[in-house]
């Protein structure tokens, strides 16, 4: 074991994958080298969410394992940073005293400090802070893929979804400039860069609390461009030489604007792709979620972005088993599902988090019908998806390459504009990073299979939508 080497574990989403980046970016400056795995590295950094309970589930399991590690060479340092130390800080000192340093959400620029205070303590050192010191893209970052960054725009959250825990472990939103998120991504650029992905809590929000607080440009905050921030950030990211590809995570129904789907079709490099979180189909459920479209108003965005956007894959979050869920309600999600025709989905079952409103309802659903729903919903955004997937076979897609695919060393796997995930045979010379055409020749659930080809890309074949006229 080498003391100057790491090994990061990621839990959760994209903003953590940034942050474990950036986490990185300050250990290799502070000495610290990659270790293939946990076991030889003198550093673990455990990277934590605490969005379903099985996150924490996972916490604790990849904890015990470590135990045996740090009392065999107590000069191993483990460090558990994130949103499940943000929100357990105490229960995991108590835990697990054998950690050596607990940080939060707002606080991994101080990841040295906290280092060289664990060297002299016994305890566990932990620093929770209630607010944000900087953006984590103000620190250095080691990329996990060259090609691609994450950029983040606004952190935080001031929405209140019942079920959700994320507003009391990150804070506030709070809106990055639009000239700092420009010169990042100029950076990033110069530095290889030809992709990026917008990262927010909710993006299409993004920028009130500048214009609250006048720190935008009169021509941006008075509306007299008809554009929000958001629009006019992606306009402003399209006019960066050299990106070639722009995707965002994640937008808000409530709050998506018309201008944003003319901006996506409008700048050539913000992509065909679009995340929009339905969690549930039911008016009913929806406004015990605090979630305030209703399914009405889901199913016209999702014909407005269709019309707008030629070829446009739209994937979503939908949660099964929320407190007070019946048959029908359920039976409202499976047949919004059905009529939005998701490209792809993320299914959850709900999942109880102490101090979200959504614990005090009555009627919680039991477990066995929340699993029986969780399949059945399963069973049709995978058919969905397959439909999808075999509605582009027989196209030509711009694809650009990921790496090796992980499954099969004879191919390589890449993305398509509208973050389909494809494999085809290994071509001499085609590296990770690099754009080429590919024509699908097959299509399951999950994947594309194609070849490369010298053939034009045609467009992506359209997704039927519901139609914009519903009764
Ligand atoms: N239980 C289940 N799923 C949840 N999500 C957020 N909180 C919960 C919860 N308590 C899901 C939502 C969100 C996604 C990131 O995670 O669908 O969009
Ligand atoms: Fe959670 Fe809702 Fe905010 Fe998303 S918008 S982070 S689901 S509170």
């Not at 980046?21 to 003198?42: H, K």
């Not at 929770?128 to 990329?143: D, G, K, Y």
């Not at 959504?358 to 995978?382: G, N, S, W, Y």
């Not at 389909?420 to 699908?440: D, K």
């Amino acid at each position: 074991m080498s003391a100057r080497t790491y090994f990061i574990r990621t839990y959760g989403c994209q903003m953590n994958e940034h942050d474990s980046e950036r986490a990185a970016g300050v250990l290799e400056t502070m000495g610290y080298r990659p270790a293939p795995d946990p076991e030889s590295a003198g550093l673990v950094l455990l990277n934590t969410c605490a969005i379903r309970e099985n996150a924490d589930n996972k916490l604790y399991g990849q904890l015990s394992h470590l135990k045996p590690l740090k009392l065999a060479d107590p000069s191993k340092t483990i460090v558990v940073g994130g949103c499940l130390a943000q929100k357990d800080q105490d229960k995991l000192a108590e835990k697990a005293p054998y950690v050596d340093v607990v940080y939060g959400t707002h606080n991994m620029g101080r990841l040295p400090e906290l280092l060289a205070q664990a060297d002299s303590a016994s305890l566990p050192v932990v620093e929770i802070l209630e607010h944000t010191q900087m953006f984590p893209s103000a620190l250095p970052s080691m990329r996990e893929v060259r090609h691609h960054a994450w950029v983040s725009i606004s952190i935080g959250c001031d929405n209140t979804c019942a079920f959700c825990i994320v507003p009391s472990l990150r804070g506030p939103e709070k809106s990055r400039k639009l000239g700092d998120i420009v010169s990042e991504t100029r950076e990033l650029v110069a530095d290889g860069v030809t992709e990026i992905t917008l990262l927010g809590q909710n993006v299409n929000s993004y920028g009130r609390d500048l214009v609250r607080a006048g720190e935008v440009p009169a021509e941006f905050a008075d509306g007299s461009r008809n554009r929000t921030l958001f629009a006019e950030l992606l306009h402003m990211l399209g006019d960066v030489d050299g990106l070639d590809r722009i995707r965002f995570t994640s937008p808000h129904p409530k709050d998506f604007t018309s201008d944003v789907f003319a901006a996506m079709r409008d700048v050539p490099t913000v992509m065909e792709q679009l995340h929009l979180p339905l969690q549930a189909g039911s008016d009913r459920i929806l406004k015990l979620m605090q979630r305030s479209y209703r399914s009405r108003r889901f199913l016209d965005l999702v014909a407005e972005a269709r019309d707008t956007i030629p070829g446009l894959a739209i994937s979503t979050d939908i949660i099964v088993g929320f407190p007070g869920e019946t048959e029908a309600d359920f039976q409202a999600t499976l047949d919004v599902t059905e009529q939005a025709r998701f490209d792809s989905a993320f299914t959850f079952k709900y999942s109880k988090r102490p101090g979200t409103t959504a614990v005090d309802l009555p009627d919680h659903v039991e477990q066995h019908v929340m699993d029986e729903r969780f399949i059945r919903l399963a069973e049709l955004t995978k058919r969905l998806s397959a439909e999808s997937h075999a509605r582009q076979v027989g196209t030509v897609q711009e694809v650009v390459v990921e790496g090796p695919s992980k499954t099969d060393d004879t191919r390589l796997s890449g993305r398509t504009r509208h973050n389909r995930l494809v494999h085809f045979p290994v071509v001499e010379g085609l590296a990770s990073g690099a754009t080429t055409n590919v024509a699908v020749t097959d299509a399951a659930a999950h994947y594309l299979l194609g070849e490369v080809t010298d053939a034009a890309v045609t467009p992506a074949v359209p997704t039927p939508g519901p139609a914009t006229a519903l009764a």
